[in-house]
């Protein structure tokens, strides 16, 4: 292979992948699209878009897509802890199934321009002339293709890196680990329109309805104690009934999966024509529920160091990426990183729930945090 194949591929068809693939085909760009699993596919995840992740949405003009799927408004989260209740009004926010949402993102990028492969598995390998190899596995069949850029979009775990990559991830020494279920639309209890949130001593479970009215369970816990309770079942079930919420015997017999561990770093999170997006790039866990919406903030930043990088590649456009995703990802996550801290200490998030209540303008912060007031700063790049 004299030149790359593709000017761009991308790893992973989650939201951040498919909107990066929908925005650079955008600027007739040759997209390789590549996802290792058919969709639609479920995925654990709150489904709750938060003001960020609709803002993004529409700055990449798909903001009609949540009307055509039918997401559901969200006025309200009712946060449960240690019995007491709390019920906020939401400035922003829809519900949405994951299996719908990024099928139709990848069907955007696709009609954008994208060429999609799947359900083929691909891994960054070395360098080529004026590009990056990249292996595609499907099956036994094995192919190299190359793109003047790489973009890892291919979730927790990134899977998508080849071990030749500078790049180490650091996993937080006591992170918990996701799990979810989703139950029919016949499951009573836990109504539509707000995000209930169970908050115990050893982890949460978010529980929403999704537009078709199927209540959709998303949670992160402690490992040690998810072990020892037996399975994510048992673990919803104790920390509803420690937030006062009521039991749902359906979760027992549900379907549960479960992540790797949550909060990890990527460090750095670009190599010679090679940059990370997404949860590929580091994740928090996800009380807040912003990670959708830091995956599209994402890949609308991205697009311009995508565009540098077709005409040449040189070290600053890593650096700049880096910059670029701590001040626009980076300081979102320290919020979070910070009110996870408060929430594993139960005297301190007793203090919290309770001057929240007697005080709400006290919630002031974390409700503009998650519509996502700091979004102006985020602009889509324009095609050259
Ligand atoms: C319990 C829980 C609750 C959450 N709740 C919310 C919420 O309510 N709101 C919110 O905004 N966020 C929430 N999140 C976070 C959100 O799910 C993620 O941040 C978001 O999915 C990240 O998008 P992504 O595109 O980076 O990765 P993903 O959505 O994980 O997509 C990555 C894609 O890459 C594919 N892939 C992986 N490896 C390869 C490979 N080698 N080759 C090809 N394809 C590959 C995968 O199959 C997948 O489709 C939650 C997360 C958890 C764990």
């Known amino acids: ?16 992948g498919a909107l990066a693939a929908h925005q650079l085909a955008g600027c007739q760009l040759r997209v390789l699209l590549v996802e290792k699993r058919l969709f639609p596919r479920w995925k654990i995840c709150g489904s709750c878009l938060n003001g960020v992740a609709l803002r993004a949405l529409e700055q990449a003009g798909l903001g009609h897509l949540l009307a055509e799927l039918g997401a559901d408004p969200l006025g309200r989260i009712r946060l449960g802890l240690q019995g007491q209740q709390l019920e906020l009004a939401l400035p922003a926010g829809r519900s949405l199934s994951r299996s719908r949402l990024d099928l139709a993102l990848c069907e955007a990028a696709v009609a954008a321009g ?8 691909a891994t960054v390998a070395g360098p080529s002339p004026g590009g990056r190899q990249v292996l595609l596995r499907c099956g036994d069949q094995r192919q190299i293709t190359s793109a003047r850029v790489v973009l890892v979009a291919s979730g927790l775990g990134s899977a998508g890196l080849g071990p030749e990559l500078p790049i180490e991830t650091r996993i937080n ?8 279920c989703e139950l029919e639309a016949g499951v009573g209890g836990y109504g539509n329109g707000t995000i209930h949130m169970a908050v115990g001593r050893h982890g949460y479970v978010g529980l929403v309805r999704n537009e078709a009215g199927a209540l959709n369970l998303a949670a992160a816990f402690d490992r ?3 072990i020892a309770a037996g399975g994510p079942a048992a673990s919803a079930a104790a920390v509803l ?3 006062g919420f009521d039991p749902l015997p359906q979760a027992a017999a549900a379907t549960w999966r479960a992540t790797p561990a ?16 997404g949860d590929a ?17 994402g890949a609308l930043a991205v697009v311009p160091l995508v565009l540098q990088g077709q005409k040449d590649w040189n070290r600053s456009l890593e650096r700049q990426w880096s910059r670029r995703h701590a001040r626009l990802i980076g300081s979102r996550q320290r919020f979070c990183h910070g009110l996870a801290f408060a929430l594993r200490r139960p005297g301190l998030s007793r203090a919290l729930v309770s001057a929240a209540g007697r005080w709400p303008a006290l919630t002031a912060p974390l409700l503009q945090h998650l519509d996502g007031v700091t979004l102006q700063r985020i602009s889509p790049a324009p095609c050259p």
């Open 241 to 243: 009934a420690e937030a």
């Open 1 to 16: 292979m004299s030149t790359p194949e593709w000017d761009v591929i991308v790893i992973g068809a989650g939201p951040a």
């Open 262 to 277: 949550l909060t990890r770093r990527c460090k750095p999170l670009a190599a010679e024509r090679v940059l990370l997006l």
């Open 114 to 121: 994208a060429v999609l492969r799947t359900p083929w598995e």
């Open 224 to 226: 040690p104690q998810l």
């Open 281 to 297: 790039a580091g994740y928090v866990e996800p009380f807040t529920g912003e990670g959708m919406g830091w995956a599209l903030v």
């Open 173 to 180: 020494p006591g992170a918990r680990v996701g799990a979810g």
